[in-house]
Nanobody, 122 residues
Framework: QVHLVESGGGLVQAGGSLRLSCAPSTPTFSTYVMGWFRQAPGKEREFVGGIHWNTEHTMYADSLKGRFSIFRGNAKNTVYLQMNNLTPDDTGVYYC???????????????WGQGTQVTVSS
């Protein structure tokens, strides 16, 4: 069992930035991939992007390329989602998830964080 602990959500004005973090509970994580998803009220869960833990290869939703980036921290035990130039359409609950293949479908992921709320005001 892998527990994922997220942090960093909050309220930000349009045009601002936020950085979310996700830390897995297990140190032997090199075979996993980490995905970020978001879910707005009344909408389906949407793939934001992901990173392979070992190679640090990343993949992003086409609509978010250039504004969002995913990377591992210097301590290498945390994955970050950097979000820039935020708009009200970015509002939602953001989740990190762990799986074995870097894909965009939520069903591919085995473990999920608790989610963190991001609210962007206009």
């Amino acid at each position: 069992q892998v527990h994922l602990v997220e942090s960093g959500g909050g309220l930000v004005q349009a045009g601002g930035s936020l950085r979310l973090s996700c830390a897995p509970s297990t140190p032997t994580f090199s075979t996993y991939v980490m995905g970020w998803f978001r879910q707005a009220p009344g909408k389906e869960r949407e793939f934001v992007g992901g990173i392979h833990w070992n190679t640090e290869h990343t993949m992003y939703a086409d609509s978010l390329k250039g504004r969002f980036s995913i990377f591992r921290g210097n301590a290498k035990n945390t994955v970050y989602l950097q979000m820039n130039n935020l708009t009200p359409d970015d509002t939602g609950v953001y989740y990190c998830a762990a799986g074995t293949v870097l894909r965009s479908a939520p069903r591919e992921y085995l473990y999920w964080g608790q989610g963190t709320q991001v609210t962007v005001s206009s």
